[in-house]
């Protein structure tokens, strides 16, 4: 099987090879640029590639433009890879590459995504008298931390591992980590 590219990845989230071309060879984004571009930066380089204008060249002759089609589902995604790079490079210190660009995993992104948005900062330090209520806390820790996030925006579960030292990226598995 031949290597996933930037241009095969973008045409696996719905982009035409000649949309794909355009964003890489017009546009010039890399996967490395996504970072640094805001939503918005993205719906205007779909615009640019949708927009007719200029000239193309077609067998020998030179042509008008048409623009190159693009669909609001390959926008959308292109707007959850750049939340992908984003999540990738500065919240769980992990390299992307082209090959994990899937629809799969942008489903998972687009729900991150979500509880990114749901994430409320806690106004006030609870204390916890009851030992009940301490009780069925520590038994069920992992259900409690799961809808709080780390100042990396990072679901707290990820704290509770079985192994203390971290593990390479190389055999890190990108899902199923085995949680207490």
């Given at each position: 099987?031949?290597?996933?590219?930037?241009?095969?990845?973008?045409?696996?989230?719905?982009?035409?090879?000649?949309a794909a071309?355009?964003?890489?060879?017009?546009?010039?984004?890399?996967?490395?640029?996504?970072?640094?571009?805001?939503?918005?930066?993205?719906?205007?380089?779909?615009?640019?590639?949708?927009?007719?204008?200029?000239?193309?060249?077609?067998?020998?002759?030179?042509?008008?433009?048409?623009?190159?089609?693009?669909?609001?589902?390959?926008?959308?995604?292109?707007?959850?890879?750049?939340?992908?790079?984003?999540?990738?490079?500065?919240?769980?210190?992990?390299?992307?590459?082209?090959?994990?660009?899937?629809?799969?995993?942008?489903?998972?992104?687009?729900?991150?995504?979500?509880?990114?948005?749901?994430?409320?900062?806690?106004?006030?330090?609870?204390?916890?008298?009851?030992?009940?209520?301490?009780?069925?806390?520590?038994?069920?820790?992992?259900?409690?931390?799961?809808?709080?996030?780390?100042?990396?925006?990072?679901p707290l579960?990820?704290?509770?591992?079985?192994?203390?030292?971290?593990?390479?990226?190389?055999?890190?598995?990108?899902?199923?980590?085995?949680?207490?």
């Amino acid at each position: 099987m031949p290597p996933v590219t930037w241009t095969t990845a973008l045409q696996t989230i719905g982009f035409s090879l000649a949309a794909a071309n355009a964003i890489i060879t017009d546009q010039g984004v890399t996967l490395d640029d996504m970072s640094s571009l805001e939503e918005r930066d993205i719906t205007i380089i779909c615009q640019a590639i949708r927009r007719p204008g200029g000239e193309i060249t077609r067998g020998s002759r030179r042509v008008p433009n048409p623009g190159t089609n693009v669909n609001a589902l390959a926008e959308k995604r292109l707007k959850l890879v750049r939340f992908m790079v984003e999540h990738f490079t500065f919240g769980i210190n992990r390299t992307l590459t082209p090959a994990m660009i899937t629809i799969v995993a942008l489903n998972e992104m687009a729900q991150l995504q979500t509880i990114f948005a749901s994430y409320k900062e806690p106004n006030e330090n609870s204390s916890i008298e009851d030992h009940e209520t301490m009780c069925k806390f520590l038994t069920s820790v992992g259900d409690t931390l799961t809808p709080f996030l780390g100042c990396k925006k990072v679901p707290l579960t990820y704290l509770l591992r079985t192994n203390v030292e971290p593990i390479l990226e190389v055999n890190d598995p990108r899902t199923n980590y085995a949680n207490r």
